[in-house]
């Protein structure tokens, strides 16, 4: 039986209509009266973990699941040892760098050295400053990152951006994206090699889902 962890927020509803596509129903999960984390498929051929988006390849590379439906982002931020499948083509959003509308930074390289950006993607934002050649001091923040800038302990921000709706309503603009993400399929690499639970087909059911036009 396949194990799926599937990510709480907002890749959740887009993935549960995935599954539902190729035969795997787990809607009880967007059920407001649902306190379970772990629940089977109607059929009994697969189960499925509720779990915060960032543990979902920590779920998958460890091996309590097989398969899990992530964001790209998490995926660059953790590095984790799991096999990227598929790009599913759904939840897409950005990773940018973000500051004031009043500040007086317009590009990246503008940014002051030895500044504070503050970012809950602590790897991927010095990563990025680092390619740069841009000493700053990153701020890990895990809560309200705009906060950052508006409060003056950081110049700058790095986080996930849909429509910058957030951004405006709280008078930040972009200056530039580190990279785009979407939702991906990700597998145990050695549950993939040896196809446990007919991973393989799953795969390709997924596979012609996605390249399906709509």
Same mark, same amino acid.
């Given at each position: 039986?396949?194990?799926?962890?599937?990510?709480?927020? %907002?890749?959740? !509803?887009?993935?549960?209509?995935?599954? /539902?596509?190729?035969?795997?129903?787990?809607?009880?999960?967007?059920? +407001? +009266?649902?306190?379970?984390? /772990?629940? +089977?498929?109607?059929?009994?051929?697969?189960? %499925?973990?509720?779990?915060?988006?960032?543990?979902?390849?920590?779920?998958?590379?460890?091996?309590?699941?097989?398969?899990?439906?992530?964001?790209?982002?998490?995926?660059?931020?953790?590095?984790?040892?799991?096999? @990227?499948?598929?790009?599913?083509?759904?939840? /897409?959003?950005?990773?940018? !760098? %973000?500051?004031?509308?009043?500040?007086?930074?317009?590009?990246?390289?503008?940014? $002051? $050295? =030895?500044?504070?950006?503050? +970012?809950?993607?602590?790897?991927?934002?010095?990563?990025?400053?680092? @390619?740069?050649?841009?000493?700053?001091?990153?701020?890990?923040?895990? #809560?309200?990152?705009?906060?950052? $800038?508006?409060?003056?302990?950081?110049?700058?921000? !790095?986080?996930?951006?849909?429509?910058?709706?957030?951004?405006?309503? @709280? #008078?930040?603009?972009?200056?530039?994206?580190?990279?785009?993400?979407?939702?991906?399929?990700? %597998? =145990?690499?050695?549950?993939?090699?040896? @196809?446990?639970?007919?991973?393989?087909?799953? !795969?390709? /059911?997924?596979?012609?889902?996605?390249?399906?036009?709509?």
């Amino acid at each position: 039986m396949l194990t799926f962890a599937l990510p709480k927020g %907002a890749l959740l !509803v887009d993935s549960i209509r995935l599954l /539902q596509s190729v035969g795997l129903d787990f809607s009880a999960f967007l059920d +407001s +009266s649902n306190r379970q984390l /772990q629940i +089977s498929d109607p059929t009994n051929t697969a189960k %499925a973990l509720l779990v915060r988006a960032q543990d979902v390849p920590v779920y998958v590379e460890y091996g309590q699941a097989q398969v899990g439906i992530v964001g790209y982002d998490v995926l660059r931020e953790k590095k984790p040892k799991v096999a @990227n499948l598929i790009d599913l083509k759904f939840g /897409q959003c950005r990773l940018s !760098v %973000a500051v004031k509308e009043s500040s007086p930074y317009r590009r990246t390289v503008e940014l $002051p $050295p =030895h500044g504070r950006v503050a +970012s809950k993607f602590v790897y991927c934002a010095r990563e990025h400053f680092h @390619n740069l050649n841009m000493p700053v001091e990153i701020v890990p923040l895990y #809560g309200s990152v705009e906060l950052g $800038p508006i409060t003056g302990m950081s110049e700058a921000i !790095v986080d996930l951006v849909s429509t910058g709706r957030t951004l405006r309503e @709280n #008078g930040l603009i972009e200056i530039e994206v580190l990279f785009e993400s979407t939702a991906y399929l990700i %597998a =145990h690499p050695l549950s993939y090699r040896l @196809n446990v639970g007919g991973l393989d087909r799953l !795969v390709e /059911q997924v596979r012609s889902q996605i390249l399906t036009p709509v």
